[in-house]
């Protein structure tokens, strides 16, 4: 029985935010063209399906509220998706929501919260900040919890097709369960690393190389047996217990956009051990899962990226409530390549606020600028140039002209209203 076929039993349907309206310009003939991490390039992104375009974005775990490095992965997704809607595809999202999980357990429990409350709350807050910053919903938004019973069929397909084995677990009634990725070797190919590279982040970013009984040190945890204290489900054969890591996003991802698709989108931190081990589960099923992988980089603030361990959180919500216009936090995101490294400062911010107010002042004069149109699609479509677009607007808001280069010769009846342009293909309105 495959995970779509399974019946549901859900404690709760977890509700996305609404979508901002979206009001695509006429459809454009040149392709997104996207760097993909597996292959290393910068390349046209052709849909498996002609006419459609599906992606995947990995979702919080909801212990804490949205900082700006979600903010960003987030932002950057969105981008793709606007960019892909732009050149005149149909455009399907999938997100989980990683609400069963050790972070998330350990906060309640320091917290004396109950986890379900505790997810809830976040869950909320995070839709919230999505709904301030424009980003468009996806059309499948789903929680590990009301999920489970998909989940559960995805281990017992990987159970059933020998691809999972038994670890003597001690302190559990049952026994865990593990991906034997020896079976396919399709460890690395998503990443490409050396295993002295996987070492070096494995343990510190959910990994057990060293646990006893496993037949190799990056075999992921798939079903985890029930620990006194800890959430359960009745997994059947598998006995009662929760899921690991990376099969929840292999199941919501073939639930929502069927396999394979064709973007994975998240953070640079997921190529290892996440995408590298969600891609090698859905080897394990018998079928390929991405076609493409996209990633955001790190933010960072007060010389470290952006951690819940460190306390060097901006928070969306914070900035919000201070007053800070959502389009601003919009501009900061644009100012910086989505695939680099960066660090937010109160300066960049103020630098965004003035750009808001100059591009808004030359949205009221009403001027058409097929040519600044076009610069904003052509920057779009490059890998997400932001900083391109910026400065065409820039350009634009200071009255000038952009070099006949940028945009070459344009059709007649090319768009022309900029404010229309910047809210269809960034998500900023300019107009009130």
């Known amino acids: 029985m495959s995970p779509r076929d399974r019946p549901r039993s859900y404690d709760r349907v977890v509700q996305s935010w609404t979508t901002p309206e979206l009001t695509p310009l006429p459809a454009s003939t040149t392709p997104l063209r996207l760097f993909d991490t597996r292959s290393g390039h910068v390349a046209p992104v052709t849909p498996v399906e002609p006419g459609r375009a599906r992606l995947y974005v990995c979702g919080i775990t909801p212990y804490d509220s949205t900082h700006l490095g979600h903010a960003a992965t987030y932002h950057a997704a969105d981008l793709m998706r606007r960019a892909l809607v732009d050149t005149g595809l149909e455009v399907t999202t999938a997100q989980n929501i990683t609400d069963v999980d050790d972070p998330l357990l350990e906060r309640a429990e320091r917290d004396g919260v109950d986890w379900r409350e505790l997810a809830a709350s976040q869950v909320a807050l995070f839709s919230e900040d999505m709904a301030a910053l424009r980003i468009i919903a996806p059309e499948t938004y789903r929680s590990v919890s009301e999920a489970m019973d998909e989940i559960i069929a995805t281990v017992d397909m990987l159970r059933e097709r020998g691809r999972a084995y038994q670890v003597p677990t001690p302190d559990a009634a049952g026994e865990d369960w593990y991906l034997d990725l020896g079976r396919d070797g399709a460890l690395g190919d998503v990443s490409g690393w050396t295993e002295e590279q996987m070492l070096e982040v494995f343990a510190e970013r959910g990994g057990d190389p060293d646990r006893e009984g496993k037949r190799g040190r990056f075999d992921p945890l798939v079903w985890r047996a029930e620990r006194e204290g800890e959430p359960a489900w009745d997994g059947g054969a598998l006995g009662r217990g929760r899921p690991g890591w990376h099969v929840e996003c292999v199941t919501i991802a073939e639930e929502g956009l069927g396999l394979p698709f064709d973007i994975q989108a998240g953070g640079s931190d997921l190529v290892f051990p996440h995408h590298d081990l969600s891609a090698a589960h859905s080897i394990a099923l018998g079928r390929p899962f991405a076609a493409a992988y996209a990633h955001a980089g790190m933010v960072a603030h007060e010389g470290e990226k952006m951690s819940k361990s460190l306390g060097n959180l901006v928070f969306v919500h914070r900035l919000v409530r201070d007053g800070v216009d959502p389009m601003a936090i919009r501009l900061v995101l644009m100012a910086h390549h989505y695939r680099s490294d960066w660090e937010w400062s109160e300066a960049?911010?103020?630098?965004?606020?003035?750009?808001?107010?100059?591009?808004?002042?030359?949205?009221?004069?009403?001027?058409?600028?097929?040519?600044?149109?076009?610069?904003?699609?052509?920057?779009?479509?490059?890998?997400l140039d932001t900083p391109a677009a910026l400065a065409a607007l820039d350009v634009w808001a200071a009255g000038g002209e952009l070099p006949e280069q940028t945009t070459g010769a344009l059709p007649a009846d090319?768009?022309?209203?900029?404010?229309?342009?910047?809210?269809?293909?960034?998500?900023?309105?300019?107009?009130?």
């Open 414 to 432: 090319a768009p022309g209203d900029v404010a229309a342009a910047v809210d269809a293909l960034f998500g900023i309105t300019l107009v009130g």
């Open 348 to 383: 960049e911010l103020e630098e965004a606020q003035r750009r808001l107010e100059g591009y808004r002042a030359a949205a009221r004069r009403r001027d058409l600028r097929p040519d600044v149109v076009e610069a904003l699609r052509a920057a779009l479509r490059e890998d």
